[in-house]
């Protein structure tokens, strides 16, 4: 194609999209990957054995069209009553899809920042205004500056990624009573944090609360992800999805590892618990201050992240470095795994520090 074809072909695409960026941080294969808040320990067991065993009607045939299996065993994982889950492609689909569905294009997105990063990209891909709060300076959300946007849509993200913080019980009901429109509560860690607010969704008329079994139930391949709320609520949700979202293997092998894993689950989750602990005191060791987590992650502040991230990346250790979060400067989020891993994680980091 000549330049001037291929800016015709640029000028395609809806003007909002110029400027959008392809979400792509660094995901280069690496011995050990502890970048991405993925479970170190591998994926629930019955998944695994449902894959490996799984009928070639799974690949031929087309999947049920809103995975009502997998809805009633993510209802009873929550408790609550499968008309009161949507599923879909990863949470990531979830709140793609809650994002369309209660916002008219031009309206506002209000996020905490800093917060899950794809927020203001979904908010955009929809022909929405993001608008970013700043988190207060003991790192839990600031109410009434996300009520004050006005926005149609209040993204609130508990634990947050990437700071691993809970927002306050207190500050996450002010804005649930007061907001205009719809509160969308992401709760990907929730297992990490024994948080449970999908629970009591369903008797709120403004809330969605989404969920993954990408992070605790360590099936991020297989793209699984729920909302629970109001059936209104997660009725309009699976409109904006559309059908065939959850592939037929995925369906089965969640819907097993919900009835089959809890256990594997739970003994994981203990571990992760004890061991960010462990690795906070080794940081405390090497000088440097984690914010206290209640994710399978650890933000740790350091200068000069990305450096020292590339460093540990040569030494076989991939974290996630960001650069001048706000209210916290430069920082690395490094996901929990099992201690021999977090071991040479900080030997990398001692290393780079040096
Ligand atoms: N929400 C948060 C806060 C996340 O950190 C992530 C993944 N990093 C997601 C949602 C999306 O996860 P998935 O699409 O794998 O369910």
């Known amino acids: ?27 280069t294969p690496c011995e050990l990957d502890l970048s991405d808040n993925t479970n170190l320990w591998g994926a629930a067991p019955a998944a695994v054995v449902t894959i490996r065993s799984a009928a070639s009607s799974a690949l031929t045939r087309y999947p049920a069209l809103y995975a009502p299996g997998l809805k009633a065993a993510l209802a009873g994982h929550v408790g609550v009553r499968a008309e009161n889950v949507v599923t879909g492609c990863g949470s990531d689909d979830v709140l ?42 003991d790192l839990d959300i600031d109410a009434d500056a996300l009520l004050a946007t006005g926005a149609r849509i209040i993204y609130i993200c508990s634990p947050n990624n990437p700071t691993g913080t809970l927002a306050s019980p207190g500050a996450i009901e002010r804005v649930i009573d007061g907001a205009p429109g719809i509160v969308i509560l992401d709760e990907a860690y929730a297992e990490f944090a024994g ?56 369906e089965q092998a969640g819907t ?59 030494s076989g250790v991939a974290v996630r470095p960001f650069e001048g979060l706000a209210g916290i400067g430069d920082a690395l989020r490094i996901s929990i795994g099992p201690w021999p891993v977090m071991e040479r994680c900080l030997s990398a980091l001692r290393e780079a520090l040096a």
């Open 195 to 250: 948080v449970n607010a999908a629970a009591s969704a369903p008797a709120r008329a403004r809330l969605l609360v989404v969920r993954t079994m990408s992070k605790a139930f360590g099936l991020a391949g297989l793209r699984i992800g729920y909302g629970c709320g109001a059936p209104e609520i997660v009725a309009a949700v699976e409109k904006s999805r559309g059908p065939y979202k959850v592939s037929a293997l995925a």
């Open 96 to 137: 793609d899809s809650a994002i369309r569905a209660f916002a008219e294009p031009g309206d506002r997105v209000a996020h905490p920042e800093p917060s899950f990063a794809m927020i203001p990209i979904f908010a955009r891909m929809n022909g929405l205004d993001p608008v970013a709060i700043p988190l207060r300076a």
């Open 256 to 314: 097993n590892a919900l009835r089959d894993d809890r256990k594997w689950v739970d003994a994981h989750v203990r571990q992760v618990v004890e061991l960010r602990a462990r690795f906070a005191t080794e940081l405390g060791e090497l000088g440097l201050v984690p914010i206290r987590s209640h994710a399978n992650f650890v933000l740790v502040p350091v200068e000069r992240a990305q450096s020292i991230a590339a460093s540990m990346r040569a």
């Open 1 to 27: 194609m000549t330049t001037a074809s291929r800016q015709d072909a640029l000028e395609l695409a809806r003007t909002s999209y110029r400027a959008i960026s392809l979400y792509s941080p660094d995901r």
